[in-house]
């Protein structure tokens, strides 16, 4: 199983990214997906998750109203959406899959990572 990360970057504080997700080797439709990142110095923070069909999604209080997840089923990807931010959205973004329908704001509960994207947001 792969999620490759992609679309990060660095832009100015105000601006926008869309970062995308395509897990391989295992049945999108059936895992729900989440977006956690990490800064310098700091610990793995939750960010979005979306449930298997796209319904259900959550945020972290930070980013709700900023940010947006998505997924689509013919693509087999996930999106984050991320609109007005913040020096302090700067950290590396990792995608997250998960067979659990619950706890999908900590980092046990999803069972494959990808490898991260780097966002950086200057002042």
């Known amino acids: 199983v792969q999620l490759q990360a992609s679309g990060g970057g660095s832009v100015q504080a105000g601006g926008s990214l869309r970062l995308s997700c395509a897990p391989s080797?295992?049945?999108?439709?059936?895992?729900?997906m989440g977006w956690f990142r990490q800064a310098p110095g700091k610990e793995r923070e939750f960010v979005a998750h979306i449930s298997r069909g796209g319904t259900n999604t959550y945020y972290a209080d930070v980013v709700k109203s900023r940010f947006t997840i998505s997924r689509d089923s013919y693509d087999q990807a996930v999106y984050l959406e991320m609109h007005r931010l913040k020096p302090e959205d700067t950290a590396v973004y990792y995608c997250?899959?998960?067979?659990?329908?619950?706890?999908?704001?900590?980092?046990?509960?999803?069972?494959?990572w990808g490898k991260g994207t780097q966002v950086t947001v200057s002042s």
């Open positions: 080797g295992l049945s999108f439709n059936a895992y729900a």
């Open positions: 997250a899959a998960t067979s659990a329908s619950t706890w999908w704001h900590l980092e046990g509960t999803y069972r494959y």
